[in-house]
């Protein structure tokens, strides 16, 4: 089998096969050739933070990450070795993390690496391709011409994502601007005053200023909301916070501002905020759009964002075993399926090869179970609106809803019991692969 790309995805993907017997050639550009985010030749280099985000099981990342465990991830078994104190994270020493992937998938004797960009797919099937953001613009073409959706996306801004039970919806009300189709919008509506103090919170906010590969992606089309707001007081009041055709509710009366919400997912457990794509600070995210009322004590499972960051259409290109719908036994993981941040990539790795393999030997794919972590991201990534599609990390939004009700943090261990549980059983259904 072929693998394309030992990031973290990539090299997970490559263990996986090799440790159920399945030779695997394994194609890593660098250090021939280097993109403009990396430093080295190692796979599985973290190229921004060292923290693999939370440990704890009240936490979905931590529970994605228990779940890894469970398949022998080979990227867990490197962070757990090579582990340096965070806190309630897990964080790694950057280097002895990568050099212990590296070890041990350069010793693994049905592993055979080849140090060369791959430009065009190989014939050889079934074949993962897993390139991350900042696949080559070769590549890119032949993905374009493969997925039969033209050029692949550029992840130029991303608006927040916040859960719906973390809203106060006495100051919140749905409808649609001039009442046209149904109440699709959560409305937050603003008087001249939270206008104000909210818009000069805004323009003096701390921004993150971004790579130098980034910088070449800051479109007029798509201005950060900070960059707006310093443009004018009442520039957002005639962009994406004017209030025309809204009326507050049992009423005529049309505020000075609105702030509109949008369902992320198909459940409405999560809300995006629309035409907020920012490069604030995540602290200052969350300090200055707490004051939009509503939003006083949102819980955001997203921040907004504005990098490069190159990921297929996923809901229209992409099966939920991960293979390309029009690919013939092309598979992708990592960043360029849709999902965020280095856990969830490595996790899509485990999925890719183990569909992969099904693939090889002709048995039906596995679907893991939308109750457990690894599950709801791949059902999200499939099932998203494929016209406001952006990557997502993994969060309790998307699971699908305890039957029985409780405080959030009973809710969140509820949540990791029925997952747990759900995975020992699915595996118990395949013992052969998932073992």
Known sequence: MI???????????AWQIASRGINVVLYEMRPGKMTPAH???????????????????????????EEMRLFNSLIMEAADATQVPAGGALAVDREEFARHITRSLQEHHLIEIINQEVTDLPRERPVIIATGPLTSESLSETLEHLTGSGRLYFYDAAAPIVTYESLEMNKAFFASRYSKGGDDYLNCPMDEEDYNRFVDELAAGEVYLGKEFEKEIYFEACMPVEELARRGKDTLRFGPLKPVGIKLPNSSIQPHAVVQLRKDNKEGTLYNMVGFQTRLKHPEQKRIFRLIPGLENAEFVRYGAMHRNTFINAPTVLKQS??????????????????????????????????????????????????????????????????????????????????????????????????????????????????
């Open 39 to 65: 430093h080295s030749g190692y796979f599985g280099e973290l190229v921004c933070s060292n923290s693999l985000r939370a440990a704890s099981l009240n936490n979905a990342v931590g529970l994605l990450k």
């Open 322 to 435: 991960l293979e390309l719908i029009r690919g013939n036994s092309v598979f992708m993981a990592g960043q360029i399926t849709g999902v965020e941040g280095y856990v969830e990539s490595t996790a899509s790795g485990i999925i890719a090869a183990l569909n992969a393999i099904c693939r090889l030997e002709n048995k039906e794919p596995l679907l893991f179970p939308p109750e457990t972590a690894m599950g709801a991201l791949m059902q999200y990534i499939n099932t998203a609106d494929p016209n406001n599609f952006q990557p997502m990390n993994v969060n309790f939004g998307l699971f699908p809803p305890l039957q029985e009700k409780a405080p959030k943090r009973k809710k969140r261990e509820l949540y990791a019991r029925r997952s747990l549980e759900r995975l020992a059983q699915f595996k118990d259904e395949h013992p052969q692969l998932l073992s």
């Open 3 to 13: 693998v394309i790309g030992a990031g973290l995805a990539g090299s997970e993907a």
